[in-house]
């Protein structure tokens, strides 16, 4: 059933709504927030986002950390349905399984249409704060990357806390990406060009599974992006504070994620906090992209400084007036989409400089349709 048609008629209207005012001059979307214009740590907040968090705040989702995992969701996948745009035409999609931590986990690949080829492979994780999200979820982020990134894009689907709490997250990470390179070749792209990535806690996967590549004998990827990412469960950071309200992520809902997924574990951790490894040399170069007003992105600038001081080439780019899941919303904000664009463009950048090599049929190469 298409998207559209899983929404209230109400929803279908907010979200006709919330594109056209997209479209407002920034000067009338700050007086529709009403509010004066958002300037902190030096950073005028974008008009659209301004209006945007507005309006979710006049909606009245319950917050989420007042909410059981299951409820928290099903509010996710319905606020996922609000700001979906419409689906970007890939080359094709499918559902498959790949290798997880102790057994089979579902992922779906999108295969780019741009001529030439192989193309690059891109293993995405989703983010969620390692208890919600899925592979619907960022559906439209993974056709986004693939289109302008011009890559192909494996989305897996990690187990998720409460259920499989830590370190299920990152064990599946890692299982998931070794057998995404060992089987490149059969998903038509290029195994000397496989990246991983994801965003906020797929971030932290993406980051922890290249430091495991590095200390386990690989194989591992030849870039890393990291969207957002949380790095230090450990120790709050000014970003922390600066905007623990008001700004979508919330020091309550981070606080709420972590309690789910790290229960009793220390959180100084390196699986849980990959900034506190004691060894950061050896790793793929990495695109780093931080939000202004985003309670991580203190976090996530230290990691790509850690990672430059250890000798990895690191390309850091913080959107200075965005929040923190603007991948998400790409569909229906055009700051989003336009930033969303640009780090796609950046990552297509980085990988063009890798040398391809032609792929080589696999001998294990039996993916299993779902």
Known sequence: MPRSERLTSRERAERRAARALAGLSPRAQVRLSRKPTVRLDGQTLEPEIQMTLALLERR??????????????????????????????????????????????????????????????????????????????????????????????????YRLAPEHPFPAAVEDGRASLRWAIEHAGALGADPARVAVGGDSAGGNISAVACQLAARDGGPGPALQLLIYPATDASTPRPSTGLFAEGFFLTRAQMDWFTAHYVAAHDLTDPRMSPLLADDLSGLP???????????????????????????????????????????????????????????????????????????QPERDAELTAR
Request: aromatic share 4%.
């Open 60 to 157: 009245g989702d319950p917050p989420m950390e007042t909410l059981s995992p299951a409820e928290a969701r099903a509010q996710t996948r319905r606020q996922a349905l609000l700001v979906a745009g419409r689906p970007v035409p890939v080359g094709a999609v499918r559902d498959l399984t790949v290798d997880g931590g102790v057994g089979p986990l579902p992922a779906r690949l999108y295969s780019s249409d741009e001529p030439g080829g192989p193309h690059p492979l891109l293993v995405y994780y989703h983010g969620g704060g390692f208890v919600i999200g899925d592979l619907d979820s960022h559906d439209g982020v993974c056709r986004m990357l693939c289109v302008h990134a011009g890559v192909n894009v494996l989305s897996v689907d």
């Open 285 to 359: 170069p990495a695109l780093v992209i931080t939000a202004g007003f985003d309670p991580l992105r203190d976090e996530g600038e230290d990691y790509a400084a850690a990672l430059r001081a250890a000798g990895t080439p690191v390309v850091l780019r913080r959107f200075p007036g965005l929040i923190h899941g603007f991948v998400n919303a790409a569909g229906i904000s055009r700051v989003s989409r336009d930033a969303l664009i640009e780090l796609a463009g950046a990552t297509r950048a980085m990988l063009a400089l890798l040398p391809a090599r032609a792929a």
